[in-house]
């Protein structure tokens, strides 16, 4: 005889709460052929995403990846790519009746009286034009479901910060190893390779070094000067960091100090200049002089100079610091983001001190009388003598009274006249072998 069991209130209450889930769920809805269909669509850099609706219910979903040519399409061809898509997938739905698409894309509305399309866009009006739809914008935030479809999550990746393809650019140029994670998608996932910096490696080393070591332990009792030990351990020479005799410490040094992008080339005197303010080892000068008669991109672009024939007539030297400069632009340069293509250098006479100012040549002498009175005037003062090629300048007249009411002489030299300016012209000589050397990197 079977023995009847009776069902506590706990299971007995679980047993409802199925029930009612297994009865009403959200799930698919039938489609009726005789009512009208609504789509939301949408587009990111890695898919399209889109939902077929019903009076409020979901009918479909659809999404997929982005091809590789279509990557490099606009946004606004993106998202009428994610309305086609929707349209072929669900034809045999949508064919013969009414349907309303929803974008986030407020310019595709207006698809239909645009005057200029590209041939891709004239293939996808075709096929739209087949269907009895309208296109309505829709807000972004209010589009969830499509949105979400559109970009394919990666799990724990999606908490990663991802970087813009500007700023691996600048990873490239600072020369910064860069791991990329996903070369088909639109963002790029970076990481950095952290290591010790030069100095933390040199400090490192010194102790090995005996000659650093003799100096270390003389300084302490007071038997030579100027050496010492810094706050980190390391041990300086009149504040500059001694480098113990590694080759491979030192032509990283040399290698720094000259072939990377920002001191570009040197000559050996700027170089050991530089050098001279940071680091000390014995025979440097030597080992820099020998680096850069070595650097093939340097024997490539440097200039050779000859003295002129005949008797020289030297200016006279200034007394003050921006007293006298001279100035002269360096033209028919390619035109950067910023629509400059040429370089107005001024020189101070004294100090040789240059600066090399980004212009345009269809600037309006307003904006090169502002761009003087901002980079020159406010940093050092009003000069008592300037000295200018008039070819350059279009409205030299009105040059001119700007000078006379700063009270600042002006002189007009020709062209490639060394004893008149010949400072600018070896200033732009530098500046010439310096953007070369940039090509040949």
């Known amino acids: 005889m079977p023995v009847r069991s009776e ?20 799930v698919l809805t039938i489609p009726d052929p005789m009512l009208d269909f609504t789509i939301h669509s949408d587009a990111s850099k890695q898919g399209f995403g889109c ?18 040519l279509e990557q490099n399409c606009p946004t606004h061809d993106l998202e009428l790519a994610a309305v086609v898509h929707a349209l072929k997938i669900w034809r045999h ?11 986030d894309h407020k310019s595709l509305k207006y698809i239909f009286m645009q005057k200029e399309l590209n041939m891709r866009q004239r293939g996808w009006l075709e096929l739209v034009m087949d269907y009895d739809c309208t296109i309505s914008y829709h807000p972004d935030k209010a589009n969830v479901v499509a949105d979400a479809l559109s970009w394919k999550g990666r799990g724990g990746l999606a908490c990663v910060l991802t970087q813009q393809e500007k700023l691996i650019r600048e990873f490239s140029r600072l020369e910064i190893d860069s791991v990329e994670q996903f070369p088909r998608a639109s963002e790029v996932l970076e990481s950095l390779v952290v290591a010790l910096t030069l100095q933390e490696r040199i400090v490192a080393e010194q102790p090995k070094d005996r ?17 010492a030990t810094a706050p980190d ?13 590694v080759l491979a410490l030192r032509r990283e040094i040399l290698e720094e100090a000259h072939s990377t992008p920002y001191s570009v080339h040197p000559w050996s005197t700027k170089m050991y200049q530089d050098l001279k303010r940071s680091f000390w080892w014995r025979g ?8 850069v008669d070595h650097c093939f991109v340097y024997q490539r672009v440097k200039a050779e100079n000859q003295r002129p024939s005949g008797l020289a007539h030297p200016l006279e030297i200034p007394e003050w610091k921006w007293e006298q400069v001279t100035m002269d632009f360096v033209v028919s340069l390619p035109r950067t983001r910023s629509g400059n293509n040429s370089i107005w250098v001024i020189v101070d006479r004294l100090t040789k001190t240059a600066h090399f100012l980004p212009v345009k040549t269809t600037m309006k002498l307003e904006k090169y009388a502002k761009t003087y009175i901002r980079e020159i005037v406010r940093l050092h003062g009003v000069p008592v003598f300037d000295s200018i090629r008039p070819r350059h300048m279009i409205y030299c007249t009105v040059w001119i009274w700007l ?3 700063m009270g600042t002489r002006l002189h007009f030299s020709t062209d490639y006249h060394l004893e008149t300016d010949g400072q600018s012209e070896r200033t732009i000589q530098t500046l010439e072998d310096m953007l070369r050397a940039c090509f040949f990197d």
């Open 93 to 103: 739905y949508l064919y013969g009746g009414k349907c309303e698409i929803f974008n």
């Open 7 to 26: 069902a506590s209130w706990v299971s007995l209450e679980s047993f409802q709460e199925l029930k009612a889930k297994l009865t009403i769920a959200p």
């Open 211 to 227: 000659f650093l070591c003799l100096m270390r332990d003389l300084s302490q009792v007071g038997w030579i000067g100027g050496f």
């Open 403 to 405: 000078h006379i009411d």
């Open 284 to 291: 440097r000068k030597r080992d820099v002089a020998r680096f």
């Open 51 to 68: 939902v077929l609706m019903q009076q409020g219910k979901v009918v479909a979903y659809a999404s997929r990846q982005l091809k590789p």
């Open 233 to 245: 351990g390391a041990l300086v020479f009149e504040q500059r960091l001694c480098v113990l005799k």
